[in-house]
T-cell receptor, first 114, second 112 residues
């Protein structure tokens, strides 16, 4: 079945540094990738939608200069958290529309900013 | 008002019990309804997928959708300790191209 590989699964970084999260579609072409963020005991909240070859669409309240999304190929979408701060610590998950049931999720990245 | 409401629990039941989880929603355009299971620090895993109103059964799991009431349910029969996880409802207007709208998730603990 369709698989989205997400890396890293967890990362700890210092405040002020940048972190890149990758999502690769392994056996299909993902023209669209959804990026979600999940805080503890909270729902998955859509951050942005990336489309291959075009600019990402960000949800209201999400800083596009802080959360850089690149979807340069049909199999790779990346989310870079720039100048990370402790409040950016969260669980980030990507999802691609694919398959008979609509969506395939990555395994998630737990980001801790210290 | 959030588009999807789900009681976060936690819900604790003994092994073998029937579990009932539910969500309500406000957007009448939603047509695709899903239930995901999420273990701690993992990505969501699809359990059930339903289009429009009706019931769907898969093993110990039954999903119900009542669009007239904007209410969906997931029933787990003969619950097992391995069912302990967070259960997320999700819904969408389309089965592709649209991001999912998630509930907050209900934390379930099945005790031996």
């Amino acid at each position: 079945g369709a698989v989205v590989s997400q890396h890293p699964s967890w990362v700890i970084c210092k405040s002020g540094t940048s972190v890149k999260i990758e999502c690769r579609s392994l056996d299909f072409q993902a023209t669209t990738m959804f990026w979600y963020r999940q805080f503890p005991k909270q729902s998955l909240m859509l951050m942005a939608t990336s489309n291959e070859g075009s600019k990402a669409t960000y949800e209201q309240g999400v800083e596009k200069d802080k959360f850089l999304i690149n979807h340069a190929s049909l199999t790779l979408s990346t989310l870079t958290v720039t100048s990370a701060h402790p409040e950016d610590s969260s669980f980030y998950i990507c999802s691609a529309p694919q398959g008979p049931y609509g969506y395939t999720f990555g395994s998630g990245t737990r980001l801790t900013v210290v | 008002q959030k588009e999807v409401e789900q009681d976060p629990g936690p819900l604790s039941v003994p092994e073998g019990a029937i579990v009932s989880l539910n969500c309500t929603y406000s957007n009448s355009a939603f047509q695709y309804f899903m239930w995901y299971r999420q273990y701690s620090r993992k990505g969501p895993e699809l359990l059930m997928y339903t289009y429009s109103s009706g019931n769907k059964e898969d093993g110990r799991f039954t999903a119900q959708v009542d669009k007239s009431s904007k209410y969906i349910s997931l029933f787990i029969r003969d619950s097992q300790p391995s069912d302990s996880a967070t259960y997320l409802c999700a819904m969408s207007e389309s089965n592709s191209g649209y991001a999912l709208n998630f509930g907050k998730g209900t934390s379930l603990l099945v005790t031996p």
